[in-house]
C-alpha cells in the first residue's frame, strides 16, 4: 500500500503544482475574484493532502497500520471531490458543481479522524 500512496501522493503534488502554476500565470487575469478564490482553495487543499498522504505511506507500511489505508483512500478520494469540483466550478462557472465540494470536505474530515483513531490506538 506505502508504493500506491506514495505514487497518488506524487500525481496529487505535480498536478497541484501545476494546477496552480496555470491559476497564477493563465487565469488570474480571467477569472473572477470569487471564482479565482475557489480555484486557489482547491490547489491548497490538494497539495495539503498530497503531504498528507506520503504521511499516510509511512503509516502503512508499519506492522500495524491501523486506520491508515482508510484515510490514504479518504483523502485521495478528497482531492478528487473536493479539489477537482472547486476547479470545475471555477472554469466553468457552473455553480451546482460547488454542490459536490462538500463532499470532498467530508471525506479529508474522515481521513482526518481515521489518522487521529489510528495514533490513539493502544
Do not use: E, N
Not at 8 to 21: C, D, K, P, T, W
Not at 102 to 118: E, N, S
Amino acid at each position: 500500500m506505502d508504493r500506491i500512496f506514495i505514487g497518488i501522493a506524487s500525481v496529487a503534488g505535480f498536478l497541484g503544482v501545476a494546477a496552480g502554476a496555470f491559476g497564477a500565470h493563465a487565469l488570474k487575469a480571467r477569472l473572477d475574484p470569487d471564482l479565482m478564490a475557489a480555484y486557489q482553495t482547491g490547489v491548497q487543499y490538494q497539495l495539503v493532502h498530497a503531504v498528507a498522504l506520503l504521511g499516510v505511506a509511512w503509516l502503512t507500511s508499519r506492522p500495524d497500520p491501523g486506520l491508515s489505508v482508510l484515510a490514504g483512500w479518504m483523502f485521495t478520494g478528497g482531492i478528487v471531490l473536493f479539489s477537482f469540483s472547486l476547479y470545475a466550478l471555477a472554469l466553468t462557472g457552473v455553480r451546482p458543481l460547488g454542490m459536490i465540494t462538500p463532499v470532498g470536505g467530508v471525506a479529508f474530515l474522515v481521513g482526518w479522524g481515521c489518522l487521529a483513531c489510528t495514533a490513539l490506538r493502544p
